[in-house]
């Protein structure tokens, strides 16, 4: 594979300031523990998902706690936490210093959990695709492996939404620790925030309660990079999909780098939307391809279709963990013109899918209550202990 000059320039530099940001880390990583926990999701491009769920439920017993948020340039920390930019010195130091650690992806290869730490990983979603060691086209390299087991055995607690999660995110990230299968605390709100459905839908515009609202969220593709090395958008829409349909709009977080309001087209633009829970409760209709949001989104019990031009490309490169064409809960099309006349017959749809739906409900949200953030904090009450305490 041939890397652009420019791509190549990119990594050098990051590598440098890995190195600089590696050493000042493990300066502070001398300094005493602090009663401090830190909260982060996809490194500060995202104020939501596991990690906000958990924020608020503790926040909740005690308004008082030193809670620390991850931000970039983009985000802002939510009420009732300091914001620290990723990569800057006061990031460094909550990194080294925060007792509790909350995270839904990695840190960074220089970090190594303290004696004292205890660091909760929530993980960002119910994987279709395969994973890690998984991958059906790809072995990942040696340093790729050594990275997964050194991050994993940093582990105290990996939080899973379901049992078919359990027993894959274990094996692929090879992790032999204590595994919580509790729901996920980012669902919470949709069970116990459908009254939020009209107040998102109205700050985002859309005043006309006739209007079908269609969420299109696609995934990322392994293969479509910048020449800066930067994930692509994926936009696989063209043309009105009818005067009565709304479109929204949410790229992925690996894309961020390199959106722009043009992605988006014609849609209203919802990728740096605070919390995508609550654009589940705004839409009546997912449009997706193999993203994990079509397990948390059938927490809603609304429909799903499936745009994924390139299905058998993808399934055949990165492989899915079961025969998905068999267990869809809606349609999968092939073609992007087709989605109009789809979204004309969704009420037949929703007949037509009615027992793969609730089949799938049973396999995936079954412990979708509203009460995965209280089951979180409840089984990892001795990590916060000095938190309450103290105070």
Partial sequence: MKYSPTRILGALRRRELDWFRGAVYRAFSKSPLTNTLLFESFQGKVI?????????EIKSRNPRAELVFTVNSSTKAPSGARGVKHGSLAWLRALATAKVLVNNTNFPGYFRKRSGQTYIQTWHGTPLKRLGRDIVDVVPTGSYLKMMDREASFWDYLISPNPYCTEILGKTFGYSGQILETGYPRNDVLIKGNEKRDLVRKSLGILDENQLVVLYAPTWRDSKRTATG???????????????????????????????????????????????????????????????????????????IFLAPDFDDYGAKRGFYFD???LAPGPILRDSSFLRKSLESIDSQKSEYAKRYLAWQMKFNKLEDGLASKRVVDATLTAFHSLFSDH
Avoid: C
């Fill in 230 to 304: 930067n994930w692509k958008p994926v936009n696989y829409l063209n043309g009105s999909l009818g005067p009565n349909v709304t479109l929204l709009f949410r790229g992925h977080t690996n894309t961020h780098s390199a959106h722009s309001e043009a992605v988006a087209k014609d849609a209203i633009d919802v990728t740096d939307y605070k919390n995508v829970a609550e654009l589940y409760l705004a839409a009546d209709v997912l449009v997706t391809d193999y993203s994990s949001s079509m397990f948390d989104f059938s927490v809603t019990g609304k429909p799903m």
């Fill in 324 to 326: 998905f064409e068999q």
């Fill in 48 to 56: 939501g998902d596991n990690p906000l769920a958990i924020f608020a």
